[in-house]
């Protein structure tokens, strides 16, 4: 059973299965939400109690040095912002879509890396770089003309800050017990969130009593467990292996969101750039 359990292969599988439900199902979400940031609140607690309840599953362990501590202080306010954009975000385009914008990330990381560290430039990162920010193009290049619309312009900038956050922020979860350090994550930007945009509670409880709650639940407990799946994996796994296979939700999201979504539109062409976006997380990870 403990070989099971500490197998990269199980935490790729559950990760894939859990991140398409999480995307499918928080798009549902959005559906019925009055106040972005109360139901960006309300999922995040949840998610967060979630993550609490399977603590007891892993070796409790805490870090000393006062700098991890920082960072990770510091990384949560980049996540609390790419949170609550990524709600507004994901009320505006298909799953799919949003699930293709997701991984300008990987595209950022690469840029920055180059600008601000002076990594080697290596020429297959560059070309894998090149392809998503390509396959995000075709995507949104409709009738003659690219759609430079508000949700684009927010899910770039969300993008963004999840970049910085994860720059700030790699590693950090090696030194803490996994499940409570994912539950911080949600937590904490939760509370940032609810003091900055004044929410107040009876907004939050109208978000879980006039939405959809089947899918309310699904999505919170899918986005504890896809965060812990996917730093499991990373931990037990190789990253040149893992990262591939967990692009493949890119696809999974295209053949869910038309059968779950009914999102029909331009299929052909988001199948193509599911693809290309497979192939340059390869070219990224070789």
Do not use: H
């Amino acid at each position: 059973m403990e070989i099971i359990l500490n197998n990269w292969i199980l935490y790729v599988i559950l990760y894939i299965g859990l991140a398409t439900a999480f995307t499918q199902f928080f798009k549902i979400t959005t559906k019925t939400l009055t106040k972005p940031g109360a139901l960006t609140v309300l999922l995040q607690l949840l998610a967060g109690i979630i993550a609490l309840l399977l603590c007891p599953f892993f070796g409790f362990k805490f870090p000393s040095n006062i700098s991890v501590y920082i960072m990770l202080g510091i990384s949560i306010v980049f996540y609390a912002i790419t949170d609550r954009v990524n709600t507004t975000v994901r009320s505006g385009i298909e799953a799919s879509t949003f699930s293709m914008l997701k991984q300008l990330s990987t595209t950022f990381m690469i840029f920055a890396g180059l600008i601000f560290f002076k990594e080697q430039f290596i020429l297959t990162k560059f070309i894998g770089a090149m392809l998503i920010i390509f396959s995000n193009v075709l995507i949104f290049y409709r009738k003659g003309k690219f759609e430079f619309n508000k949700y684009l312009l927010l899910g770039i900038f969300s993008n963004i800050t999840f970049t910085v956050a994860l720059f700030l922020d790699v590693n950090i979860s090696d030194n803490f017990n996994l499940p409570f350090y994912v539950a911080i994550t949600l937590i904490v930007p939760s509370l940032l969130i609810t003091i900055f945009e004044r929410i107040k509670p009876s907004e939050i409880k109208r978000e879980l009593v006039n939405g959809n709650k089947k899918a309310i639940i699904i999505t919170s407990v899918t986005w504890a467990t896809m965060i812990i799946s996917q730093l499991r994996a990373y931990q037990l796994g190789n990253v040149t292996i893992v990262a591939p296979l967990c692009a493949l939700t890119v696809i999974l999201n295209v053949i869910v969101g038309y059968l779950l979504l009914k999102e029909r539109d331009n299929l052909i062409r988001k199948i193509i750039a599911a693809i290309l976006i497979i192939a340059s997380v390869i070219l990224i990870k070789l």
